[in-house]
């Protein structure tokens, strides 16, 4: 069954697309990480154009995040104060990454930058979590007890204490500076533009390790802003560059939940370190076929430059 | 017969008197009289190409046929060439591509250089060649190198082939004639194929001598909810983004009210 894609200006079988959201989901259902990351590159390696694909993930992850989000909020997990500082990073983050993107465009190279940027952050995270999902299959087989690796990130937190600007976070019981939390939402509001991430995956951990949120806040925060960051990045990709496929987004969101649902049931099945090893060897692999794109002789050394309005 | 003759006169003198420009006037020849199966194509949701049969009535019996569909607008694209800047790959240049036509393709009943002269396929604009004398191209980033347009001209004929937006056959199978006299083939369009209106036409060749013309017209538009996204994201850009959000939230939120803990973070 095909079906034709208005923005993107292609036709392409609509179980392809429902398999990819479904396929993605399952893993953030399995993982209980936002799929994002692993969404993008998959719909450009099916043939989406890479603004496209960016500017539709983001749009998918709006409705992606708010069915958790309305949750979270409804069981008090949502720091508002805290939601709103990293908010209001993103939101400039955002702005910012979609001009970087427009500009990137006009130059030709937004494909690169955004496979480069893909690899580092792909590398990074997939190698922190091996490395760090080994050491505990290790120790539960030596019999040790697992450690939290708060110890690093604790003092870090004693130091953004002593930064100006300090505000007291009433739901996550700290009293800290503002200024991290800001240059987190920044960041993130950055990447999603560039990547069509919804940024879970850096800011979470860096909720609990770094600024020393309890976890359960610190999801239910995150969930929170990134429903609204992810809502002005579709914005300014609206506005900007008219690369939102409203069709794409909701066929993937459809896939998405499906397949979010079977990874939730898996997930109950296996221990959360297996769970995380296998998302590294994914996150990982996926950085190896990433990294041989870019330094691989191309096929065609002479593609097309993306033009504005996306498809064509 | 002794009408063609006076044509062949007329375009003699006009030829040697007028130089080169316009001297074959396709439309003052015989009419190549033919039908389409269809003349217009809806890209709808489930669009994914389509296909039009011609039929037609050679005015010569025996003659040579050359079918060309163009788009009637000409492509704006920009190519980006890729090079290596230490050990990656990256586009290190770019090019404005204009003049091309956005769709080309030629079915004939036996190569073009055996049916008609370069300069007659030069001025008809048939072939490959014709394709990159209309092309014109500006360097937008980057340093040009002499072999630029070559290569960014046979990047672009590769990409349009891809795309099944280019092509040329000589095929008796793809452009079959009955008795010499009545010929049918297909056209097909493909996905990529986007609004417009595009042009069939068929030459008819004796002795490498325009003999016959016709012309189909054929129209794509997309219509429906295809037709209405693009219309409002293109023009209505800010209430399209506000659009997308809502609906991106309310089926979240819907969603999330079916699977109780669906979506995902």
């Known amino acids: ?312 | 017969m002794k009408r063609c003759w006076t044509f062949f006169l007329i375009l003699g003198l006009v030829g040697l008197g007028g130089g080169r420009a316009q001297a074959i006037s396709p439309e003052a020849q015989e009419k190549v009289v033919t039908a389409a199966s269809k003349n217009l194509i809806e890209i709808g949701l489930s669009y994914r190409g389509d296909q039009i049969h011609f039929f037609g009535l050679n005015p010569v019996s025996g003659a040579d046929l050359i079918i060309r569909l163009t788009a009637e607008k000409s492509d704006e694209v920009k190519l980006s060439v890729k090079g290596r800047v230490g050990p990656f790959w990256m586009a290190v240049k770019q090019y404005d591509v204009t003049g091309a036509p956005f769709m080309y393709k030629i079915h004939s009943t036996r190569p073009i250089n055996e049916i008609i002269s370069p300069a007659v396929a030069q001025e008809l604009e048939l072939g490959y060649p014709a394709v990159r004398q209309r092309m014109n191209l500006k360097l937008a980033r980057g340093d040009a190198a002499p072999d630029d347009a070559e290569k960014v001209f046979k990047g672009l004929i590769k990409i349009k082939e891809k795309g099944n937006l280019y092509n040329i056959v000589a095929d008796p199978k793809r452009l079959e004639v009955a008795e010499g006299k009545l010929f049918k083939h297909f056209f097909r369009f493909p996905p990529a194929a986007s609004e417009g209106r595009y042009l069939v036409e068929s030459f008819a060749f004796t002795d490498g001598q325009l003999v016959g013309y016709g012309k189909d017209v054929i129209e794509i538009k997309k219509v429906g909810l295809e037709s209405w996204l693009t219309n409002i994201s293109q023009n209505y850009p800010v209430f399209f983004g506000i659009m997308a959000v809502l609906i991106a939230l309310g089926a979240g939120l819907l969603v999330g009210m079916i699977f109780k803990k669906g979506g995902h973070h």
Do not use: C
Request: charged share 10%; glycine share 14%; aromatic share 8%.
């Open chain 1, 1 to 312: 069954m095909e079906i034709y894609l208005p923005i993107a200006g292609m036709s392409i079988n609509f179980f392809v697309i429902l398999g990819a959201g479904g396929l993605v989901g399952f893993l953030s259902g399995l993982f209980g990480v936002g799929g994002g990351f692993l969404l993008t590159p998959l719909l450009m390696m099916i043939g989406i154009p890479p603004a496209v694909a960016a500017a539709s993930d983001s749009n998918q992850i709006v409705a992606g995040a708010s069915s958790g989000a309305f949750a979270h909020w409804r069981l008090g997990n949502v720091d508002f104060k805290m939601g709103l500082v990293i908010l209001i990073g993103g939101i400039a983050g955002g702005t910012i990454g979609v001009q970087f993107v427009k500009v990137l465009r006009a130059m030709g190279n937004f494909e690169f930058v955004m496979k480069v940027v893909y690899v580092i952050m792909l590398g990074l995270v997939g190698s922190a979590m091996f490395m760090e999902s080994w050491r505990t299959i290790r120790r539960s087989k030596s019999g040790g007890a697992a450690v939290s690796e708060e110890i690093g990130g604790a003092k870090l937190g004693q130091l953004f204490s002593v930064l100006p600007l300090k505000m007291h976070f009433h739901r996550s019981g700290l009293h800290t500076s503002a200024i991290f939390p800001f240059l987190i939402g920044v960041t993130v509001g950055i990447m999603a533009a560039l990547l069509g991430v919804g940024g879970g995956f850096i800011m979470v951990p860096a909720m609990i390790y770094i600024i020393g949120m309890p976890t359960i806040a610190a999801i239910g925060t995150d969930l929170f802003q990134i429903v609204l960051t992810s809502a002005n990045v579709t914005l300014q990709q609206a506005f900007v560059n008219k690369t939102v496929d409203l069709l794409l987004a909701l066929i993937l969101l459809g896939g998405s939940t499906i397949g979010a649902q079977f990874g939730a049931i898996a997930g109950r099945r296996l221990k959360g370190e297996q769970i995380r090893i296998l998302l590294a060897i994914i996150v990982l692999a996926l950085t190896v076929k990433l990294f041989f794109d870019l330094v691989l002789t191309p096929t065609d050394l002479v593609s097309l430059a993306p033009a504005k309005g996306g498809g064509h």
